[in-house]
């Protein structure tokens, strides 16, 4: 079993920048990738970006120069900087770990950008 908390979320003006954390516990060994998705109100889920157990990361295509992924393995703990936010970003933010036998989602974090 892995447990996920996220933290981080909150309420920023357009062109701000937050940082949310997602923090494992458990199985951390199991786990071959953590990804942040996001889902707006009325909206589908989508992947906002992944980094893999070997540190390869991809971003999804609205957030790509804005967001960075990153983690540290000492902390257990993946991280989502994001910046340059705009409106279109509020969305609750879920952490996903890939586990090798099934994926484990946190609870998310509300993230809300103001005009």
């Known amino acids: 079993q892995v447990q996920l908390v996220e933290s981080g979320g909150g309420l920023v003006q357009a062109g701000g920048s937050l940082r949310l954390s997602c923090a494992a516990s458990g199985s951390i060994a199991s786990i071959n990738a953590v990804a942040w998705y996001r889902q707006a109100l009325g909206k589908q889920r989508e992947l906002v970006a992944r980094?893999?157990?070997?540190?390869?990361?991809n971003y999804g295509d609205s957030v790509k120069g804005r967001f960075t992924i990153s983690r540290d393995n000492a902390k257990n703990t993946v991280y989502l900087q994001m910046s340059s936010l705009t409106p279109e970003d509020t969305a609750v933010y879920y952490c996903l770990a890939l586990g090798s036998i099934r994926p484990y989602w946190g609870q998310g974090t509300q993230v809300t950008v103001s005009s």
């Open positions: 980094i893999t157990s070997g540190g390869t990361t």
